[in-house]
């Protein structure tokens, strides 16, 4: 597989050495405007691109690559506001597209998993639920793409809930997701949930960048050769695994 590197932060050295780990040929880094015209006699067979973008710039890096009839894995979020958008030109171009707000797998494993809790918790009354999220002083969106996909999901489960906020909160249809931005950190997600008994507690802490990059990676192998519409739960159902 050829693999083009949009944004070439430390996710994307990470996915440029994960990929030259499994085999495949880098034939492009893109890292700003000038960059992309690397791309004008790309030939798109065989060819995925992983973009780990800034969310200014994401959609337009999009639709550059469907223009040159590229798949792409995009792990950058701040962009959802124009999915339909995107999905309906990635379709025109009969490309592809991969959008996740998170592509460790562990962190796929939490969704699975928050999704069935939080279901569990709607049933008892007598818990009150908060999720805190943690990541690097470099990170720009807050709450983070990930968290937003966990108390989105914590919502549709739990119909006592009607929105979240980003505080602390007492009232019982509110549910608190809490932003912190610490250091280095690449990434903690916890779901709480309290009674005047005891703590229930659901998290994920990532070590490094390497969880991310290597689910990107896998989600490249995936989308290769594909057309359409595509999140991680369809990679994982190749595993056996219904989200």
């Known amino acids: 597989m050829k693999v083009v590197i949009s944004g070439y932060g430390k996710m994307g050295k990470t996915i440029e ?5 499994r085999g495949h040929e880098i034939i492009a880094v893109l890292d700003n405007e000038k960059d992309w015209k690397q791309l004008k006699d790309c030939s798109a067979s065989d060819t995925v691109v992983i973009d780990f973008s800034m969310p200014a710039v994401a959609v337009d890096n999009l639709f550059r690559s469907f223009s040159l009839g590229l798949n792409v894995v995009t792990g950058t979020t701040g962009w959802y506001d124009r999915l339909e958008e995107v999905k309906s030109v990635c379709n025109e171009n009969g490309t592809a597209l991969m959008y996740s707000p998170n592509f460790s797998l562990g962190v796929n494993v939490l969704f699975y998993v928050n999704k069935i809790l939080a279901n569990v918790m709607s049933k008892i009354g007598s818990y009150r639920g ?4 943690i990541h690097h002083i470099h990170k720009l969106d807050a709450p983070s793409g990930t968290a937003l996909r966990l108390v989105q999901d914590i919502l549709k489960e739990n119909k006592a809930l009607s929105r979240w906020v980003e505080s602390e909160s007492n009232n019982a249809d509110e549910f608190p997701v809490l932003s912190f931005r610490e250091g280095e950190v690449p990434g903690i997600h916890e779901i709480v949930y309290e009674s005047e008994a005891d703590v229930l507690t659901l998290k994920h802490e990532a070590k490094n960048r390497k969880g991310f990059a290597l689910g990107a990676v896998l989600a490249a192998e995936f989308l290769n ?7 991680m739960e369809d990679y994982l159902k190749t595993l056996g695994m219904e989200l």
């Open 17 to 21: 050495s994960i990929c030259r780990e």
């Open 130 to 133: 908060k999720l805190n999220e």
């Open 225 to 231: 050769g594909r057309q359409g519409i595509y999140t």
